[in-house]
């Protein structure tokens, strides 16, 4: 199938194909859009079955990284990289640095970092073949760990949650269910506990999960029960899709509200959710602290602005709840058309 015809085609800039037999390298470059800045966003290894199912992936998370810079508020576009391959045995210095070639190819319209498959020791060794790279720790200039961030975004957009549907100023009081207790989760934690939240928590790491007993008094509870449990918010922070057909029809909670990257299933799980009246809060948008500090070492922003973008994202995702509410759609709607309408303008 061509790429013209892939139904995650979206009037993609451009999708660079590259198969470099000397190192052999097999990567996907996919542009969705500079229309707000160069195109940024992670480079992707995986061991994917056959080139249509990398292209489809490269595709969607392309145009996902363009939405999500977008409502980040970021002079960044979106773009992704897929290298096919088994990271465990196909990483090869060579094909690392053909892989910089390769985005050295696009002129500097799209910049990548990191995504599953591709560990900081990585980053250095794609640098020294290309300066179109960022969001990891560089001599003088951090930009690694973007876990912190992460967690402060979604906590100040987890309390415009529940000032919208609930009237709460604060999480003092509230019961917060916690799925994952990895960078995002456990910081997310930390910052509910100060505030006087109880704390019900969940992780596949039983270390992580006595260790928020210990420090916040959580109550553990087991990952299959956690998303269904009896609280005013569920924080999803661990693998997606956890709102499908079966989850949604058990949700307790009535507002969702977590760090973890797709969490809907489907498309269509959004406005189910809605229809139930669960307060949704996009993943793309309130996740939004990873790419603002990548954006941050590209730009050279203090650690002042950064934190004062990340804080925007409370009053972003308020706007979204009201217009949601105004036009009767879903969340994850408005967030969309929110995104396009900022893309649409640039
Ligand atoms: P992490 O790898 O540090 O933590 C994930 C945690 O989830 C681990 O403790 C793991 O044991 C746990 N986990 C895995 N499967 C689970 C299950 N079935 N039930 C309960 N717990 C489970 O990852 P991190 O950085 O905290 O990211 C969490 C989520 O947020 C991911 O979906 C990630 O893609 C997303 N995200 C992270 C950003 C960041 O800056 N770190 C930025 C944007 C999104």
Redesign the pocket.
């Known amino acids: 199938m061509s790429v013209f015809e892939q139904p995650d085609f979206d009037s993609h800039e451009e999708v660079a194909f590259f198969d470099d037999k000397s190192s052999g390298l097999k990567a996907i470059i996919a542009i969705h859009s500079t229309a707000l800045g160069p195109a940024c966003g992670g480079t992707r290894m995986y061991p994917y079955a056959d080139g249509d199912a990398a292209l489809v992936d490269v595709l969607r998370l392309s145009r996902g990284m363009s939405f999500k810079s977008a409502m980040a508020g970021l002079p960044l576009g979106g773009g992704k990289a897929v290298i096919i391959g088994d990271p465990a045995t196909d990483k090869t210095e060579a094909r690392l640095l053909a892989y910089a070639n390769a985005i050295n190819a696009l002129g500097g319209r799209y910049v990548t970092a990191m995504d599953v498959g591709i560990v900081p020791a990585d980053m250095p060794v794609i640098a020294r073949g290309t300066k179109h790279i960022a969001g990891y720790d560089q001599p003088g200039k951090t930009g690694g760990d973007?876990?912190p961030l992460?967690a402060l975004g979604v906590f100040v957009g987890l309390k415009a949650a529940v000032k919208h549907r609930l009237g709460a100023d604060t999480a003092r009081g509230l019961t917060i269910a916690i799925?994952?207790?990895?960078?995002?989760?456990m910081g997310l934690a930390e910052r509910l506990r100060a505030e006087g939240a109880r704390l019900l928590v969940?992780?596949?790491?039983a270390a992580?999960v006595k260790k928020a007993v210990e420090r916040f008094d959580a109550r553990a509870i087991s990952?299959d029960e956690i998303v269904t449990i009896e609280c005013d918010v569920l924080s999803p922070?661990?693998?997606?899709a956890i709102l499908n057909d079966r989850t949604i029809e058990q949700l307790k909670a009535r507002v969702v509200a977590g760090?973890?990257?797709n969490q809907l299933e489907r498309d269509e799980h959004g406005a189910k959710l809605t229809a139930n009246g669960v307060l949704y809060a996009p993943d793309y948008v309130i996740?939004g602290?990873?790419i603002i500090r990548v954006a941050g070492q590209i730009y050279e922003w203090s650690d002042a602005e950064i934190e004062c973008r990340v804080l925007a994202i409370g009053d972003t995702l308020s706007r979204i709840f009201t217009r949601a509410e105004r036009e009767a759609l879903p969340t994850s709607i408005i967030a969309d058309r929110m995104a396009q309408e900022r893309i649409a303008k640039a």
């Not at 799925?179 to 995002?184: C, E, N, W």
């Not at 922070?237 to 997606?240: E, I, K, L, R």
């Open positions: 973007s876990g992460t799925q994952g207790l990895g960078k995002v989760g969940a992780d596949v790491d992580r990952t922070n661990a693998m997606g760090g973890a990257n996740n602290g990873g």
